[in-house]
């Protein structure tokens, strides 16, 4: 069965620097998505992305947060300078198109942690 | 203020009797409504949509309900196992996809 997948697994970075995170939805979805979950709270929204531009952002998806499909499989989330809070699991999301119906399959997730 | 509510951190209950988890929100007019189950550190997977014309949908052992008067989802699962051990999380489409902070269901055997 087709699967999210994400990259790296686990990333360890230093306040201040810049990380990417990449992800590779479902080959033939359209609309893709970046969540983050604090350990031991709920899945925040960040951002929706169809057809090459940001569709919706929260108000966490600040300057600092960028996104990125720079070819046909990845679809990427950069954090320019992190901050401790920054440490979280991300998730990537895809769906199909949009419409009640769709299903929204998720990665497995990587886990952000900012020292 | 847009909230969503799950409404116990924890439930415990006995293998083989029915867990109801409850989700209510404010300040939505949400066109359908889903269920996640959520394992630790992995991510969400779907497991039911119900939509705003429906009352009831069913999926093998699982049932949600939407009651959009009351502003509130019940999701049952019935004879239950010690597998469906995990936290489930109810998420509203508003423009984006908002979750509850998820009800962390325990099935002892």
């Known amino acids: 069965e087709p699967e999210v997948t994400q990259t790296p697994s686990h990333q360890v970075t230093q306040m201040g620097q810049e990380v990417i995170l990449r992800c590779v939805p479902i080959?033939?979805?359209?609309?893709f998505y970046w969540y983050r979950q604090i350990l031991g709270q709920k899945v925040e929204f960040l951002v929706s992305f169809y057809n090459n531009e940001i569709s919706e952002k929260s108000e966490i998806f600040d300057d600092q947060f960028s996104v990125e499909r720079p070819d046909g499989s990845n679809f990427t989330l950069k954090i320019r300078s992190t901050k401790l809070e920054d440490s979280a699991m991300y998730f990537c999301a895809s769906i199909l198109g949009q419409g009640a119906a769709d299903t929204q399959y998720f990665g497995p997730g990587t886990r952000l942690t900012v020292l | 203020s847009q909230k969503i509510e799950q409404n116990s951190e924890a439930l415990n209950i006995q293998e083989g009797k029915t867990a109801t988890l409850t989700c209510n929100y404010t300040n939505y007019s949400p066109a359908y409504l889903q269920w996640y189950r959520q394992d630790p550190g992995r991510g969400p997977v779907f497991l039911l949509l119900?939509?705003?014309?429906?009352k009831e949908k069913r999926k093998e052992r699982l049932k949600v309900t939407f009651d959009t008067t009351l502003k509130q989802s019940l999701f049952h699962i019935t004879a239950s196992q010690p597998a469906d051990s995990a936290t489930y999380l109810c998420a509203l489409e508003g423009g984006d996809m908002r979750f509850g902070a998820g009800t962390r269901l325990t099935v002892k055997p």
């Open positions: 080959s033939n979805h359209l609309y």
């Open positions: 119900i939509r705003e014309n429906e």
